[in-house]
């Protein structure tokens, strides 16, 4: 099902991808090029479906066609160039994020009627509500432009070669810092509030105040009780997000010129190149399959009433 | 943890490696196939790996040898005769010969989807006489044809002799004659170009190293523009004397020379009113293109000349007391009495209506995120709603507005015009018949869809002729119809991008140097610059 629909949606944008390709260069290239440019790119006048049995056999052996935008490179390669430094990124981004938030909303159920929850929660919407590239380049700029604490750009200093030396990884981090501080503080509101607002539903039952009453350590009240339950929900929301960290951290790869799939998707939209749209999406839609199926097994883990 | 080292600064201490801002992407792909359709490879590939047989000068004029040194037009135009230069190696030590020249082209014939220049529509065959000597002969007189064969990068034929499948080879270890020819480094974001160990040119170049980060947007690059970390950049940069010529006056410089074209208002010839020539220069007088190129453009250019010719260009066009109109100065007074007289009247509104009641609707597709040209569309829509049009604009991403150009839906937009060595292509693409398709299909060129019958006839003879002084005629009876009928309506000298820096290098053409053009865009001068820039 997703891969039908994977295939007909980029082909119901108007335009073909070798008039675009043709197009961008505003009249330096022969009209004949376009002639020569839709052969290269095998554009038949098949019947669409008989396009579509064609891409279905090839998927079935793993060949996803060859890219139009970045011709003669196949999809799998180019896929394969960005794939792992956005699953990083988005993937440590949401990670810390998501552990940060949830503890700072574990505190905030517990004292909320202290001063930290109204002006910690606020605060931390408030940064989520500003629009993410605006936070994020005048960040680059500050921190990055002008103060040189950060790198500009890329994932890793160029000049260190790409080995697992010390060297590389403390350079991988430097760069990281940034754009992965940008995509965590605007997502932190958001894991505090689901978890505070878990936390104080399950504080709310009885069996908190039936141990409370009993005198029990609070510390050990908090986490080892009343956390653990308030997670479970917040754990499915995780789950949710850790699926579409393909497609999440686009505008962060592109101001930070991080080289993740972000980018490729945006290129890809861009060139309206077909077989690279159907495989981004393919990987995008696996990622949230699997990701779906690991985060019911864990669930089946922590909350045993799950369990049969 | 100590963060030392800050950003990534580049090897200052490393004399000779030039940074070049140049493509836009966000990782880089190894494809250095010079004949690889769409142009993917990674420039300099087509020029600065590979070379071609001819470069034309477009600021000297001149048609520069390369690794051709002569060619003579025969048998009265049928056989084009090139000399090809001697003692030329390739990067792998192997002689370069006339045998790789007519490789290259019996390559484009054998696979057609490499033939991008679409030279085989007009030849016979391509002989070798001896390794100096190579003749090509023409199906069909088309003396035009120069420009794609003196153009055509050459590929050595002991190496690609042996590929099953040249469209999708993507030749990661080149072999060319080229003065950049070594692959030094090549990860996703960045990749370095070294010499050329066989390079024809005599102590040339002196660049030692190229040097390409990634950067993917305008805004990267410019950033590391700014920061001393680019040499020269083909990039538009906004603002340019504030953003970068300020922070460094002595080192931070640019150039902007004009392609030789204008950009252009395209009126869908097919549509009430602007299917009248009249109407059309009504419609160009109206248009403040002082005011466009001031906000939209940032004084970067200068307003269209009347025959749409710019810069190098500007040289064919004909003598000012031969040009007997004028519809490119600001006239909105003589614009509202010109469509009076077309029978044009207004309706409750006060907007213009056809003589037969139809209304007149006007939109200007431009494309999203184009921001200068949008800047210069809303100009224009105030304009004509000032003398009293309907008219808006509306952006689109650059497929459909593509899409909506080539078959004919639109009734106003801002595109380029075709270009070359000479005024012709850009002419042909304006006036000629033969490009002209009903709305609804792709067209190519002459998206506005206008015919003229003479221009024809001129076009025919032009292909035919090879002599200079009837060449320069058939050009001036072109413009003289352009001026006539006013197929689109030019707007603005279409400027070229070149930003460098003299910090490390010098011997940068510019304005007070001008022996060639200065952008990293315009392929295959950019040889020249490769070849003549020296490190300090």
Known sequence: MAITVNFFIPRLMPGDPASIMFARFQGKLKPETLIALKKTFGFTDAPIIIQFWDYIKHLAFGDLGISIAYFPQPVVEVIYSGIFWTMFLAGISLIISFMIGSFIGIFLAWFREGKMDSILLPSLSLIGAFPYFWLAMVLLYILGFKLNLFPLRHSFDQNIVSTWSFNYILSVIHHTILPAFTLIIVSLGGWVLAMRNNMISVLGTEYISFAKAMGYNNKVLMFKYAARNALLPSITGFGMALGFILTGALLTEIIFSYPGQGYLLLEAVRSQDYPLLQGLFLTITFTVLITNWIVDIFILILDPRTRK | ?536
């Not at chain 2, 087509?46 to 060619?71: D, H, M, Q, R």
């Not at chain 2, 002084?469 to 400027?495: D, G, R, S």
Request: net charge neutral; hydrophobic share 40%.
């Open chain 2, 1 to 536: 943890m100590i963060i030392v080292n800050c950003h990534s600064p580049i090897k200052l201490d490393e004399k000779g490696v030039m940074t070049i801002s140049k493509e836009q992407v966000s990782s880089w792909v190894r494809n250095f196939n010079p004949l690889s359709p769409g142009a993917n490879s990674r420039w300099p590939t087509e020029a600065g790996i590979y070379e071609p047989l001819f470069i034309f000068n477009s600021i000297t004029n001149k048609t520069v040898p390369w690794l051709g040194t002569n060619y003579t037009w025969k048998l009265n135009n049928r056989v084009l005769e090139i000399e090809i230069r001697d003692n030329v190696q390739w990067s792998d030590g192997n002689p370069f010969s006339a045998f790789d020249v007519e490789f290259t082209f019996q390559l484009k014939k054998d696979f057609p989807a490499l033939d991008s220049r679409g030279s085989w529509k007009y030849l016979n065959s391509v002989n070798v006489i001896d390794s100096s000597l190579i003749q090509f002969e023409f199906s069909k007189l088309f003396v035009p044809g120069f420009e794609a064969i003196g153009g055509q990068p050459i590929v050595p034929k002991h190496i690609w002799k042996n590929i099953d499948d040249p469209i999708k080879f993507s030749n990661p270890l080149p072999v060319g004659t080229g003065p950049f020819t070594e692959i030094i480094k090549f990860t996703n974001q960045l990749w370095e170009l070294g010499k050329n160990p066989y390079y024809w040119k005599k102590d040339k170049p002196k660049i030692n190293k190229l040097r390409f980060p990634a950067f993917p947007t305008n805004e990267q690059a410019t950033l590391a523009i700014i920061n001393d970390e680019v040499d020269w950049a083909g990039n538009f940069i906004p603002a340019i004397d504030r953003i970068y010529v300020k922070k460094d006056t002595l080192h931070h410089k640019y150039w902007f020379p004009k392609s030789g074209g204008s950009v252009f208002l395209y009126l869908n010839t097919t549509i009430k009113p602007f299917d009248n020539s009249n109407v059309r220069k009504a419609i160009s007088m109206a248009i403040d293109r002082e005011l466009i190129v001031k906000v939209a453009m940032y004084n970067y250019t200068e307003p269209a000349h009347q025959t749409a010719l710019s810069g190098g260009l500007a040289f064919w066009r004909i003598p000012e007391n031969e040009i007997i109109e004028n519809w490119v100065d600001y006239n909105p007074e003589k614009s509202i009495q010109i469509l009076n007289n077309e029978g044009l009247i207004k309706n409750n509104n006060g907007h213009w209506e056809n003589p037969d009641g139809t209304p007149i609707n006007i939109k200007i597709n431009i494309v999203s995120g184009w921001s200068d040209w949008i800047r210069a569309g809303q100009i224009i829509a105030k304009n004509l709603n000032e003398i009293g049009f309907n008219a808006k604009i509306i952006t689109a991403g650059f497929g459909s507005w593509f899409s909506d150009l080539q078959t004919g839906r639109f009734s106003m937009a801002i595109a380029w015009a075709n270009k070359g060595e000479t005024p012709f292509p850009m002419y042909e693409g304006l006036l000629a018949s033969k490009y002209v398709v009903p709305v609804g299909e792709v067209a190519n060129i002459n998206w506005q869809r206008f015919s003229n019958k003479k221009m024809d006839d001129l076009i025919i003879k032009f292909e035919e002729n090879s002599d200079k002084v009837i060449i320069y005629n058939i050009i001036n009876q072109m413009q003289k119809i352009f001026i006539e009928y006013a197929p689109a309506i030019p707007l603005f000298a279409e400027p070229t991008w070149g930003v460098y820096n003299t910090l490390r290098f010098k011997n940068f053409p510019s304005k007070v140097n001008p022996y060639a053009q200065i952008s990293p865009n315009n392929i295959p001068e950019n040889l020249f610059i490769l070849t003549e820039v020296i490190p300090r």
